[in-house]
Structure formats: C-alpha cells, structure tokens
C-alpha cells in the first residue's frame, strides 16, 4: 500500500471513527483535551503502521485499543509529570479501575450517551459562539483545523487558539463529562442546535467570501445534525432543525446558476431540488410533529421550508399557511428578520401592499440597520406595486450592505431591470 | 459528496438470519454517523424485465436473467466527504459478510452525478 494511499484511508477513518474514539476516551478521563491527545496519537501510530501493514479489517476497533493501550501505558509507566496526565491517573484511581479489561469494557458501554456528552460539551454556554463552533467541528466533524479554517475564511492560527483556548475554559470550568436529563438537557440541546444551524447557514449563505454557497460546510452540518437525530431521537426540535436542513439543502443545486449566481427559490429550477433530501425532510418533520414539536422554531421552520418543497410550480406555493406559520414563529421567538420573512409571505398571499405595510414598520427597527435583505425585500415589494425609482433606491442600498461579492451582483442586476 | 454502492452477487443465494442481523446492524450505524442515507434491496430477477436498445431496436425480455452470472441485489446511497470514506463503508460491509457468505460478492462504488453540492 503507498504511503498517499494509507494516508487518504486513514483521512476516512477518521471522519467516520474519531468522534466516538475522543467521546469514549473523554469519559474516561474526563477531559475532552486529554481525549484528543490520545485519539490524536493512536492517529500517529496508524500513519507510521497502516502503510505498511495495510489498513485493518476493522480500523475504528485499532484506533479505540491503540488509544487505551497509551492510556493505560501512561498509566502503568507511572509517567505522571503533567497536569494532564496526574488528572488521567486520579480518575482512573477513583474509579478503582484496574486498568486492561475494565477499562476496555468501560470504553465500550454507553457510545451514544458518549457521543452526546461530547457533543454537549464542545457547544456548553462556558464557550463563546465562534468556539463552539470551532470545537464542535474538530471534535464531531472530525475537521482538522485547517480545513475548519478554510471554511471560514480566517488563519489557521485563529482557529487553533480559539481551539486551544476553548479547551483550556472548559477544563477549567470543570465542566463534568456527562448527559443532563429532561428539562436542562432539553436547554443544553438548544445550544448544540444553534450551533449545528450556524455552521450550516454559514455554508448556505455565506456571510462574507467570493462564494455564495459553501456545500461542504452544509454536508458537515447535516452529518452533525443527523448523528444527533440518532442520538436524541426523543427531542422533537432535533428532528425539526434535522428537515429544516435536509429541506433547505435539496436546493442546493437550484438555488447557483452557471456563474456562481444565486438564483431565489420563486426562481429556481424545481427539477433540480434533490428529492431524496426533500423525502428524507418531509419524514423528519413528520417525526418532529409526531413527537410533538410542531411549535418549536426549528419544526416551524422546516413546516414553512416544506411549504415550499410540496410545491411543483412557484405558483403552487400555499403562502396562505405559510403566513400562519410565520405568525406561529413571530409569537415564539419575536424578532425583526422573522418579521421580515413574515412580510414577503404577506405581500405573496395577500398583495405588495400588505407586505410592504409591515416592512415600512421595520425600517426604524435599528436591529436592521445594516441588514441587506430588509432594502431588498422593500425594493422587490416597491416595484411590484410600480414605484420602480424607490425600488431602484433600495436595491442600490441593499448592495452597498451586503458583504458578499455573488449577492451584490444580483442586487445590481435587480436595480438595473427596472 | 454522494455514493451509490451497488451490490452485485449470484441470482438465488439468500442471507442467512444472521447475516441479515450483522448488515442491518452496519447499516443503523452507518446512519448513525449521518453517512448512509438511503439504501433498498432488490427482488429477483424473476419479477424483473430487461429493456434493451439496439440497433435502433427495442427489446424487451422477462425475468429471470438465468444467463448472468452476477446479477445487483441491492443498493445503499452515502453522504460522506471522501471516496474513501465510501471505500471504508463498503469495506464494512463486506467484512460483515466474511464467514457468513459462500459466494463472491462485488460492489461497485459510483459518484452519484446529483450531488445536492455538484453543478452549482
């Protein structure tokens, strides 16, 4: 086997087998940090024997025992200088674990609960935004840094420190390596959900960049949102923001024209939505509702987002639930953007000028002061009802907010065919 | 990226209890790590027809396909970042099969053209 070709499998197996490897070790040791390392090692020792001996039969397997033999070798060599290591021996101490059998058996209960200890920890409220995202990524994703920082456009060095410093508040915070049960874990959920949702929107519609999609940042998100689907499947709102995505993926195609355009949903060509995510969404929203979900703002969400997927033809779409979702969604979580949204439905059910009412409410609303989208919408509802020179005013402004190149572009167009 | 794996094996040879148990267990936990997302088995060749376009020619035949060799059992789409990563899977599966399995078995891993990320 060439050194390129074990390199590229192992790449694989990693992706597929480093979350449970780190969860699964965090347990036993307490410390997602220390995890890492020793995941992080059996790593080195695949890449030094597996091109060589080829990849084994069954790699996820090797990884785990590779990775407890130099937990329990640490152990054993009674090499304890460090901090992280004194830490690994003392829980291993309170535990009373004599160290092969038992602690291969610990290793192996409770992957699921594991995973979602790990999950939760790497999005816990100890940790700004931008390092959960980072840590849930790395840990979860399996990214390795640099490809976390490509996907969001900033130095590598950047996301190592958050990385690094992330690891360090959550050590310090003693945040317990464990599963919360009813009402908080619910609560610690909901921040695991924001995050899987951002780093999903970040590639859906990328805030800043030359590109207006980054695919590759919703295939991670949806691979994080469905491994919690398996490991939550009781919680109606991870099965709601779960279709939400697969929803708003299968226009992925769509929704990009041959230049790297974006193309709006009333616009895209609805032969190329990828039905077998519409299927796979439509069955998780059902879930959600199932479970009683169907006011959480994720299953709204994903109910409107299948509002639009059940429609063949544009003009198909039932704005009139659409609206009544929105008004759901405005109740629950009031906020100007769901207003915003509220307003475009509004103005396709019941006429420009009924949405255009509720968009001239919001232009005071300094939350959306520099907000691209509310001179958009207005500039789409002015022209509408025939009042093109402000409808050219406002596209021209919602171009000089946007920070996105591709988005721009359209905008410009939209002023100039008026 | 998106994989379809199609299984291709001799018509007739059936999965015994326990086969089906440890596949079916791969399958859960490769859905479980959000890589599987769709998969199906195929009847016999039997129920089946062949449609075939030649010369300007079309014909049809019934089932079963008594000259093939090997005919597609079934199927299983993947959602992963690699083809490796789809390798792996498929390594898997047929690691699954070893020791429960007299008979060859093949799969051909194929890139799946409708990628939701492609031809953007």
């Known amino acids: 086997m060439t050194r390129q070709k074990a390199a590229d499998a192992i790449d694989a197996v990693w992706r597929i087998e480093s979350a449970r490897l780190i969860a699964g070790l965090a347990r036993i040791v307490g410390e997602i940090g220390v995890a890492e390392d020793l995941a992080q090692d059996a790593l080195v020792a695949a890449l030094e ?21 130099r937990a329990i070798d640490q152990l054993r060599r009674g090499k304890m200088q460090d901090r992280k290591h004194e830490h690994l021996g003392r829980e291993l101490d309170e535990r009373q674990v004599s160290p092969e059998p038992e602690l291969a058996a610990a290793i192996d209960d409770h992957v699921g609960d594991d995973l979602l200890s790990l999950i939760l920890t790497a999005c816990h409220p100890v940790l700004t935004t931008d390092a959960r995202v980072a840590l849930t990524l790395r840990l979860l994703g399996g990214l390795t840094t640099d490809e976390i920082a490509r996907a969001f456009l900033v130095p590598k060095a950047t996301i190592q420190q958050r990385i690094v410093r992330a690891k360090r508040t959550l050590a310090a915070a003693r945040v317990p390596f464990e599963v919360p049960r009813g009402a908080e874990l619910a609560q610690r959920l909901e921040s695991v959900l924001e995050v899987v949702y951002l780093i999903f929107n970040e590639g859906y519609s990328a805030t800043a960049g030359d590109e207006w999609v980054r695919p590759a940042l919703c295939e991670d998100a949806l691979r994080l949102g469905r491994i919690l689907a398996e490991l939550a499947p009781a919680e109606a709102e991870v099965h709601g923001l779960v279709a939400l995505m697969e929803i708003q993926a299968s226009r992925l195609r769509a929704r990009v024209g041959p230049g790297g355009e974006p193309i709006l949903l009333l616009d895209q060509d609805r032969g190329r939505w990828d039905h077998l995510l519409i299927g796979r969404g439509l069955a998780a929203l059902a879930r959600a509702e199932a479970l009683g979900g169907a006011y959480g703002p994720y299953t709204l969400q994903a109910a409107i987002a299948a509002c639009h997927a059940r429609a063949r033809t544009a003009e198909e779409t039932d704005w009139t639930r659409i609206v009544a979702l929105y008004d759901g969604l405005a109740q629950l979580m009031p906020s100007p953007v769901v207003e915003l949204n509220r307003a475009v439905a509004l103005g396709m059910a019941f006429g420009p000028a009924a949405g255009l009412e509720v968009v001239d409410s919001l232009t005071t609303d300094p939350a959306l002061a520099g907000y691209h989208l509310l001179p958009s919408v207005r500039g789409d509802l002015l022209a509408k009802l025939g009042r093109f020179d402000e409808a050219r005013a406002e596209f021209a402004r919602a171009a000089r907010l946007t920070q996105n190149v591709r988005e721009r572009d359209l ?7 008026l | 990226m998106r994989f379809m794996t199609i299984v291709k094996t001799r018509e007739g040879a ?25 998969m199906g088995g195929l009847g016999p060749t039997s129920q089946g027809a062949r449609a075939r376009l030649a010369n300007g020619k079309i014909t049809v035949t019934d089932g079963p396909f008594t000259e093939a060799k090997e005919v597609i059992g079934g199927y299983a789409i993947y959602e992963v970042a690699s083809k490796q990563e789809a390798i792996a899977w498929t390594r898997a599966f047929l690691e699954a099969h070893i020791g429960l399995w007299d008979h060859e078995l093949e799969v051909e891993i194929r890139q799946m053209m409708d990628d939701p990320t492609k031809g953007c």
Do not use: C, F, Y
Not at chain 2, 14 to 33: F, M, N, Q, T, V
């Open chain 1, 411 to 417: 905008l410009h167009k939209k002023g100039e065919a």
């Open chain 1, 49 to 69: 024997q597996w091109p060589e001996s080829g990849v084994p039969d069954n790699p996820g397997a090797w990884l785990m025992a590779t990775a407890k033999h």
């Open chain 2, 14 to 38: 059936r999965p015994s209890p326990a086969l089906i148990e440890k596949i079916g267990k791969l399958g859960a936990d490769a859905a479980s790590k959000g890589a599987m997302v769709g």
